[in-house]
């Protein structure tokens, strides 16, 4: 069992910040690879960012290219999600999932384990 906690979410005007966290406790932090998915309403959720279980590869959305960047820790057991020039399109819940055993995942269906999301809100 691995449980995931997000943390750091919150209400950002257009250009600005926010620092995603997710704590993970249980099964060995440093077998999973980890990804971050987002959902907004209506919609399916997305694939955001994925980090290898030793944070050497890391692959993102093209929709978050170059403004958001995903680390881990894993002494720790943690991993992060820097978002930078939020846009009001980035307005979701956001998700860290781990992956037992395997480093890479774009599908959310490939991943084990799910936090309970955290809400990002972007203002105009």
């Known amino acids: 069992q691995v449980q995931l906690v997000e943390s750091g979410g919150g209400l950002v005007q257009a250009g600005g910040s926010l620092r995603l966290s997710c704590a993970a406790s249980?099964?060995?932090?440093?077998?999973?690879?980890m990804g971050w998915f987002r959902q907004a309403p209506g919609k399916e959720r997305e694939f955001v960012a994925r980090?290898?279980?030793?944070?050497?590869?890391?692959y993102y959305a093209d929709s978050v290219k170059g403004r958001f960047t995903i680390s881990r820790d894993n002494a720790k057991s943690t991993v992060y999600l820097q978002m930078n020039s939020l846009k009001p399109e980035d307005t979701a819940v956001y998700y860290c999932?781990?992956?037992?055993?395997?480093?890479?995942?774009?599908?959310?269906?490939?991943?084990?384990?799910w936090g309970q999301g955290t809400q990002v809100t972007v203002s105009t």
């Open positions: 999932a781990a992956r037992i055993g395997y480093d890479f995942g774009t599908n959310w269906r490939d991943y084990n384990y």
């Open positions: 249980g099964r060995t932090f440093s077998n999973n690879g």
């Open positions: 980090i290898s279980r030793r944070g050497g590869s890391t």
